[in-house]
């Protein structure tokens, strides 16, 4: 993570689970940076400069990820002013390490300087954690991506993140790739990443799932997002789907799968291919 000043508080939460999802809750308050605690993997660091915090946001967003997902139990909070120091060096000490998804895809970051050699090869220089290829969620649906053949077939990648899906649609000869992401800190990071790897054709749009309305129907939909939002937005996603189309959700756990089928059915679309992983994060391929 690049950041030009010092983060002043740090805030702690208590997890069961669910921090990838708590860090996209976060990020509209200012929060740059989370990272897992290295003493307690079940506590997530949160980073935000003093001058912009506000602790009863963060209460009411923290809170809020229990209704949004079901995974969190309890989370406790608590505020520390900490000096400014070097955060890319944290961040690479601390968190973002390189992986490599199905032995076919390498993801690491612009200041790596050892990483496996792979086929496809992607720099993501994050601004938050979501988004590396780390959790769950991002490897299921990037192992959709790797196993799919992409050449030559339009896709839209909704809540893009860092951008990673959209460029790996890119690499495997996706065209055109179109992403879309609601928070701006997030967006322009993802602009950054796209350049970083020379895909400047992927267009990247500022906008929640109202910006589907300007864009054309397209051979696969991407959303790794998170339960709520995809059951909200899912009659908006199937409108911009190919009637011969494949649609890839995830954000989810295993038990959240029934309640999305049936709101997949009400629209038309039906399960085409599921996928758990060994910690509950689950993706489902629907077709109509």
Not at 62 to 77: E, F, P, Q, R, Y
Request: glycine share 6%; with cysteine.
């Amino acid at each position: 993570m690049s950041h030009s000043g010092d983060m002043d508080d740090s805030v702690s939460f208590t997890l069961s689970d669910g921090a990838d999802v708590l860090a996209s809750i976060l990020a509209p308050l200012g929060f740059e940076s989370f990272a897992p605690d290295t003493d307690d993997d079940a506590i997530m660091l949160a980073y935000v400069k003093k001058e912009i915090s506000d602790y009863n946001a963060t209460v009411t967003a923290a809170d809020s990820l229990a209704n949004m997902t079901g995974c969190v139990k309890a989370i406790i909070i608590s505020t520390e002013n900490i000096e400014g120091q070097d955060w890319n060096e944290e961040w690479e000490k601390h968190y973002f390490q390189p992986i490599v998804v199905a032995g076919r895809c390498v993801i690491h970051s612009s200041f790596h300087k050892d990483y496996p050699i792979c086929p496809l090869d992607i720099t993501i220089d994050p601004k938050m954690a979501f988004g590396t290829g780390h959790h769950a969620t991002t490897s299921l649906m990037a192992k959709f991506l790797l196993d799919t053949d992409l050449k030559g077939k339009s896709v839209i990648d909704m809540g893009t993140g860092t951008g990673l899906l959209a460029i790996i649609a890119a690499m495997r000869g996706a065209s055109p790739v179109t992403a879309i992401e609601i928070d701006p800190a997030a967006k322009d990071n993802a602009v950054e990443n796209v350049a970083l790897n020379g895909h400047n054709e992927i267009s990247v749009i500022l906008g929640d799932a109202s910006a589907l309305e300007n864009i054309a129907p397209a051979d696969f939909f991407l959303a790794n997002i998170n339960r709520n939002v995809i059951l909200t937005d899912i009659p908006l996603y199937a409108s911009r789907l190919k009637e011969d189309g494949l649609m890839a959700l995830s954000g989810f756990y295993q038990e959240d799968i029934d309640m999305l089928l049936e709101a997949a059915a009400n629209i038309g679309l039906h399960e085409h291919g599921r996928e758990v992983s060994d910690t509950g994060w689950s993706s489902l391929i629907l077709k109509r």
